[in-house]
């Protein structure tokens, strides 16, 4: 009989159950998982994890995801006559025998989640990469998707964009970040991870903007909404600000001039599309981020990329989007022409400020549209998704679905 694999909460697979439990996957993942620790059944030494590594933390205890998944562990030993463990049991009984409500979400709706960034052995020389080869953050959320104008929940783009900045961190080092529909802060949290040299996080939505508040300061960053230009060039500091595209001035705007924009599923309403390609225009606008520059940030504008593969990137090249033409040998489902390289783009080389838009096109008029507007608001639209491929840092997400996320860059023409 082969020996049972020794599980260990620190290496796959039992972190990886681990961490799918932490991060709130569903019953279905954990329960897969499960099976891996255990090579295909629940084993003893499984169920022995689940009640020692997994139970302990109180992100679970008392509520119906426990339930559930206790239920689940439990209906799936015995289906296949295995031995419960009485430990197990124990945990179960409180949700079998009370007839209290479990659901805590109920008053609040909000559930707290820790999404944890595994850095497997080829990233450890990446500069991003913690000694303890995970970054954790804790992250309140909502079950409602729709809560804080949708900024309530942790949408696929943001957790494409974190793995990137922190597969990339040269990109971001030293630089000043401006992100727009930040939601709950997740991207800002890993800018500042990675030594952004100032971090402003945005968002139209109030209630949005304190949940990513909260967010942040409980994973002991601190955030100011008024702070004077010169105290925000502390990497543990972000700033966050109430910032409705629709309203947003342009002498407001003009403020902040950032060299790096970041957006993550924020090319969903056609309605608002209008006023995200104006907030875009005006941030990304040449002239000033050049007299801002020349004032004194030009220190990075050379940094060279490593990337995932520990090679120097030197000519990544990216897809020119254009509303207008149409390329027939193109395998994508929107208008698009291969028309040039934009190497400095993606490698945020350039002086001239870039954004980075990370999108699930869900929409594919919507998409169009925005395509559209940013030809006449003269902006350049590059896809990079096949050029700048973040790690697999999320291995254990199964709910996340990389590919499916496309990733641009901006820039004014
Ligand atoms: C789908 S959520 C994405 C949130 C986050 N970036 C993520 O990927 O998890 C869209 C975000 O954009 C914000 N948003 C939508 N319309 C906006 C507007 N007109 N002005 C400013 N923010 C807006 C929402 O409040 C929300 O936080």
Request: with cysteine; proline share 4%; charged share 20%.
């Amino acid at each position: 009989m082969m020996a049972e694999r020794e599980l260990d909460p620190k290496a796959p697979p039992g972190l990886h159950l681990l961490s799918a439990f932490l991060a709130m996957e569903t019953t279905d993942t954990l329960l897969s998982l499960a099976r891996e620790c255990g090579g295909g059944k629940i084993t003893d030494e499984v169920q022995t994890f689940i009640c020692n590594e997994c139970l302990d933390f109180s992100i679970g205890k008392g509520n119906e995801y426990m339930k559930k998944f206790l239920k689940k562990i439990i209906t799936e030993v015995e289906s296949r006559n295995g031995y419960v463990s009485d430990d197990l049991y124990e945990e179960y009984v409180p949700y079998m025998t009370s007839s209290k409500d479990f659901n805590l979400f109920k008053e609040t709706g909000r559930i707290l989640k820790c999404i944890s960034f595994l850095f497997h052995a080829d990233c450890v020389e990446l500069s991003s990469c913690p000694s303890s080869r995970n970054l954790v953050v804790e992250l309140q959320c909502s079950l409602n998707m729709l809560e804080g104008d949708t900024g309530c929940s942790i949408w696929p783009s943001c957790l494409f964009l974190s793995e990137l900045i922190l597969s990339f961190p040269h990109i971001f080092l030293g630089k000043s970040c401006f992100e727009v529909g930040s939601g709950v802060g997740l991207v800002g949290i890993c800018l500042a991870y990675v030594k952004a040299s100032k971090v402003i996080l945005s968002d139209g939505d109030l209630s949005t903007l304190a949940n990513m508040k909260f967010n942040l300061e409980m994973n002991h960053i601190n955030t100011e909404t008024d702070l004077p230009e010169t105290s925000t060039e502390n990497p543990k500091l972000v700033k966050c600000i109430h910032l409705p595209w629709e309203s947003a001035s342009e002498k407001e705007l003009q403020e902040f001039m950032p060299e790096i924009i970041l957006g993550a599923d924020v090319i969903y309403d056609p309605s608002c599309l209008p006023h995200l390609i104006r907030v875009l225009a005006i941030l990304l606008s040449k002239k000033k981020s050049c007299d801002k520059n020349q004032k004194g940030s030009l220190r990075n504008s050379s940094t060279e990329v490593t990337c995932a593969d520990g090679k120097a990137n030197s000519s990544s090249q990216g897809q020119v989007l254009n509303a207008h033409g149409s390329d027939s040998s193109s395998s994508h489902a929107y208008d698009i022409s291969i028309t040039g390289v934009n190497n400095a783009a993606s490698l945020g080389s350039r002086a001239d400020p870039v954004a980075y838009i990370a999108s699930v096109i869900r929409n594919i008029d919507t998409f169009n549209h925005f395509l559209a507007l940013a030809d006449q608001a003269n902006l350049t639209i590059s896809d990079l998704t096949s050029t700048l491929r973040p790690l697999d840092l999320l291995p254990y997400m199964r709910s996340y679905d990389r590919s499916s996320i496309r990733l641009f860059t901006v820039t004014s023409k």
